[in-house]
């Protein structure tokens, strides 16, 4: 080979591997940009709601954590959960799941083993420190 075929070959790869990470950057962006999108409607990923929990006098990761063991908690009372305004046909309501959409707002997923639907409780510290959770709306999916 001379020495024009191999930098030739060189440059070849140069470019291609130029183009690979151009393309890698491309898609990162994108996905950095639909996390932040996705991460917006989170207590911890938004500023203001971060900042209101934050005035409290209390970080929004040990509200969110306080909150969430207090929904969780919810499933071991007596009778219904008091947090899913659905009765059960077939057992016990029980919240699966909590997403946190601001410092006010929570969607749980609850569900008896046969009907499943999600509830929207509305949350908040009262000016003595105890946590007030009322569900606000519900929907329950057809079986």
């Known amino acids: 080979m001379n020495e024009k ?23 990162n962006e994108v996905l950095n940009d ?3 999108e996705l991460d917006y409607f989170t207590l911890l990923g938004n500023e203001n709601a971060m900042t209101y929990i934050e005035n409290l006098g209390m970080e929004a990761e040990e509200a ?7 929904i969780y908690e919810s499933n071991f009372g007596d009778g219904q959960n008091a947090l ?6 077939d057992g016990k309501m029980r919240i699966n799941k909590v997403r946190f959409l601001n410092h006010r707002w929570i ?3 609850f569900t008896d083993g046969t009907y499943w639907g999600e509830v929207l409780i509305d949350y ?3 000016d003595k420190e105890q946590l007030i959770l009322t569900p606000i709306g519900s929907t329950l999916y057809p079986n």
Do not use: G
């Open 5 to 27: 075929t191999i930098f030739e070959s060189q440059e070849k790869k140069i470019n291609s591997l130029t183009n690979q990470v151009a393309k890698k950057d491309s898609i």
């Open 34 to 36: 639909r996390i932040s």
């Open 64 to 70: 969110q954590s306080l909150v969430t063991e207090a």
């Open 84 to 89: 899913v305004p659905v009765e059960s046909q």
């Open 107 to 109: 969607l749980a997923d």
């Open 124 to 126: 908040f510290f009262d």
